[in-house]
């Protein structure tokens, strides 16, 4: 008997200890490209600032003071996967996942103090117009720069994301995307300004490096409005809107022994699913089958929602039926 308990246990620790070095591989990839995009947002803001001085853009302004916030937003990413790995405590049952949501929250916050400001700035130099834009191939290059180290950035953190399920990550990610978008627009902007110095017929573009920066802010405030709101909804523990809950019902209830499957409760913490259902058996089916079968509803119900936490409550049928 001893022999026994010791062969199961020598079987279950090897499983144990792959699942433990999975998941420290996957707290230090998420570490480390998360800091990653720290250090790039450093090099973008001390660049973009730079120029933006030197040149006295607003477009490229506007993209500098982004970027400082780009990097208020990827330390605080950096600081949330790193929190919200730790495991599971006796005060957070649940695990440390929903420092993730409030890593995305926080990061809406910043990312609209920057529409405010890019704003205010924008319709100041439109209502006084004066500030002499000097436009050189610096300008022109830094902002091909920019766009080259975000769509690297913007990769990275976004196969990460989906990789480990992190909406942290994916907010980091879709912080770089934007920038993208935003830096195309700065150049246009300064192509316009070239444009009406060399045909006097097309002064008004001169203020095309204005008019760039507030789509900067339109481009931001989107991108803001869309990552509050789904971080507000992963806080109030709202359900997926992808058909998920109907997908498990109608396989679970199909599956043999399965008289029904009902109350499907679904809530994300972080990068984690967490589902609890009930399911209708009949009434005489042994423990063990019905241990059995919730494995395998449990397994069903990861290939919908990959690497969710499962709890299955087992009702009996009232007519005893297997």
């Known amino acids: 008997m001893a022999r026994a308990v010791d062969s199961t246990a020598a079987a279950r620790d090897p499983a144990e200890s792959a699942a433990a070095a999975a998941a420290r591989e996957a707290r230090r990839e998420k570490s480390a490209v998360a800091l990653s995009s720290v250090f790039a947002a450093v090099a973008l803001t001390a660049l973009k600032g730079v120029v933006g001085v030197l040149t006295g853009s607003l477009g490229i302004l506007a993209e500098a003071v982004h970027s400082a ?46 529409v405010i400001w890019i704003v205010w700035e924008s319709v100041q130099r439109l209502l006084n117009p004066g500030t002499h834009v000097e436009v050189t191939w610096w300008a022109f290059g830094v902002m091909g720069v920019s766009i080259a180290v975000d769509v690297s950035r913007s990769r990275r953190l976004d196969a990460a994301a989906r ?16 920038d993208i978008w935003s830096s195309c627009v700065v150049i246009l902007g300064l192509g316009q300004v070239l444009l ?41 523990d709202a359900s997926p809107r992808g058909g998920e809950r109907e997908t498990i019902e109608r396989e679970v209830s199909a599956l043999a022994g399965v008289i029904d499957a009902h109350d499907i409760r679904i809530r994300a913490s972080g990068g984690t699913w967490f589902v609890d259902m009930h399911v209708t058996v009949g009434g005489d089916m042994t423990v063990r089958r019905s241990h059995d079968l919730t494995e395998q509803i449990e397994e069903l119900v990861r290939r919908v929602l990959p690497g969710s936490d499962v709890t299955v409550h087992v009702e009996p049928a009232d007519d005893g039926g297997d």
Do not use: C
């Open 163 to 178: 990789k480990h399920r992190s909406q942290a990550l994916e907010a980091d990610a879709l912080h770089f995307r934007t």
């Open 196 to 236: 009406a110095r060399a045909v006097p017929q097309l002064s008004f573009l001169e203020h095309g490096d204005s008019m760039a920066a507030l789509a900067v802010a339109a481009i931001v405030a989107m991108v803001s409005l869309r990552l509050g709101w789904r971080s507000l909804q992963a806080l109030l």
């Open 69 to 114: 916030l780009d990097l208020v937003a990827a330390f605080t990413t950096w600081v949330a996967v790193r929190a919200a790995d730790r495991p599971a405590d006796r005060n957070h049952p649940y695990g440390h996942g929903k420092i993730e949501n409030l890593s995305a929250l926080f990061e809406t916050l910043l990312l609209l103090a920057t």
